[in-house]
């Protein structure tokens, strides 16, 4: 009982001891406070971060596989860019070995005049794909039918359109069956397809007016052109990243005869794998913030050590007379160490606290990124707990002075 | 047990280095003061009289010769066990009374319950009860700043007192006061005394040690003279002289009131 008291009475003469010195409690902590502000706020960020880029992943797609023609460094500028990019050819020998992969569609990436009517817009997006896009892409048809593989075999000029497109060409809103020109061309409109949000990441946000004609079609209509921009796939199963890189290389460089220590002329980018990386990157910011924050401890010991050491000759008389009353000397010791880790703890919170206001001011700035920001109870307890074993070694010196004191000379101090 | 006197000091000896000077405190000290007694030790600075002070409260250990307080030899103990005898056997006030200048009355005189376990039960009763016996019951929560410095050396000695000490030390408890404060202060001293209470008061004002039954002269580390306060020669001159001046004092007042009114 009394001992709790002992206890209360020694956090509540350190508290007491804080309050009437407030600025200088405040200055003294403020390593510590700008230790833990950093490691909060840096990990509930690094944290938000990941969790909205991975759920912006999750709905951009992760087993999505783009392959596409790359110029390797040594190179560029020595060979022209259509010379590396994905042939048919190539396409159809991935679609063919690819035994890592599912779903398959070239992107073929156009820009046409569309005329409707007397309504001509021009520079419309235009993209050449296969029916399995749809089941990729996870963009089914809103109405009319979507692709299939007759449209591709029989290179019929049918098209889909957004409704961004619906809206910029003035078209009806069951628009399957109406005619449109592209490139001086007429197409059949068969089917709308549904807009699909991706995140800023992905240059989404603003949805674009879409046109899509079958792959073949799109061939067709620059005959000079035999190549795709991407060759876009989908994983079997997540856990196949690595595997399909490798598989899809070996394919691609095998038609393309690269010697053993050439370079790829190609690139095979795989979701999943930058997923892996980017928490590989979380994990290490997570770990270098526990670092920043292993420094400014110290540096906030040092000076909760100085402050101690200030106190503790500032009041050499009260611990003269608690002496003389009976304290202990490890009484007075352990009285000492609670100031110190009531002072550092102090320092703790208000550092949990400004972290925890930097996080809502940044999730009211960027509230895409951060909206997953929250400081996770690890970070908090450990924190805290850091700068409580801080005091605790940062007081010992001070505390052991205190408790050496001689009463005889410690009363007599002025 | 009650036999046993409160304090017995048999050829006790301290010495200090200062610097590579050799100071020798006290030079052979034999005393000892019987349970209940009112004893005024005197002396000039330099006298040795806060070396035994300190020696006494147990603050300081002797170099040589023996310490019994309340029986228990003191001069063989470890500082953990001083601490222990200083918190139940030694009630302090000290001259500038040392009161915690953020605690309540209350507060300060718990605080030597604090440091004993076997206090820990009852600790704020004790404290009001010991409040009471300087009667300041009605300034529990009153914090130093708050108290006139008659009633900050009362707080200070009910801290003295609240353990129930074998001896009340009192190093010039009345340095600090004015001199009806000081009369008043004396006059609890009595009244602790009358109620069985052993105390030693360290001075070097003869009507303060006037207050005591003996008085005790220190000179050079030395005992110069113990003697029961009616037989000490020295403070019977001084009471004499106080006296003599008292009465020239009063005619010189009447004579000078006389020439006042007649002019």
Known sequence: ?????????????????????????LLTTLGIVIGVTAVVATVAAVQGLETSILSEFETFGTKKVYIDGRTPRKLRGRIPRWKVELKMHEVHAVV????????????IFMGFDVEFEDQKVTGVQVMGIWPAWHDIEARSVLSGRPFNSVDEEQQLSVCLVNDKAIEILGLNKEPAGTAIRLGGRRFNIVGVVETKTVGPMFGGGATQAEVFIPASVALNLQPTRKWVNFLLAELKTPDMAEEAKAEVGSILRRIRQLEPGEEDTFDVAVLQSFIDQFKKVSRIITFGSVGVVAISLLVGGIGIMNIMLVSVSERTREIGLRKALGARPEVILVQFLIEAVTLCMFGGFIGLALGWSIIQVAKAAAPDMLKFAAIPLWAAVLAVGAAAITGIIAGMFPAIKAARLNPIDALRHE | MTTTPAIQIRSLSKDYRIGTEKVRALRGIDLTIQRNEFVAIMGASGSGKSTLMNVLGCLDRPTAGEYLLAGKPTHRMGSGRLSRVRNEEIGFVFQSFELLPKMTALGNVMLPLLYSPKYWWGARGMA????????????????????????????????????????????????????????????????????????????????IAGNANRIVRLRDGKILSDFPTDQDPTHQAYIRAAATAAVQLAEATVTVGAAGGAA
């Open chain 1, 1 to 25: 009982m009394m001992f709790v008291m002992l206890l209360f009475q020694t956090v509540l003469t350190a508290m007491t001891q804080i309050w009437a010195n407030k600025v200088r409690a």
């Open chain 1, 96 to 107: 063919k070995n690819a035994t890592t992969l599912a779903r398959f569609t070239p992107l």
């Open chain 2, 128 to 207: 009001k009860k010991s409040l009471a016996r300087v009667s300041l019951s009605d300034r529990l929560t009153h914090r130093p700043n708050q108290l006139s410095g008659g009633q900050r050396q009362r707080v200070a000695i009910a801290r003295a007192l609240v353990t129930n000490p074998s001896i009340l030390l009192a190093d010039e408890p009345t340095g600090n006061l004015d001199s009806k404060t000081s009369n008043d202060m004396m006059a609890l001293f009595k009244q602790l005394h009358s109620e069985g209470q052993t105390i030693i008061i360290v001075t070097h004002e003869e009507d």
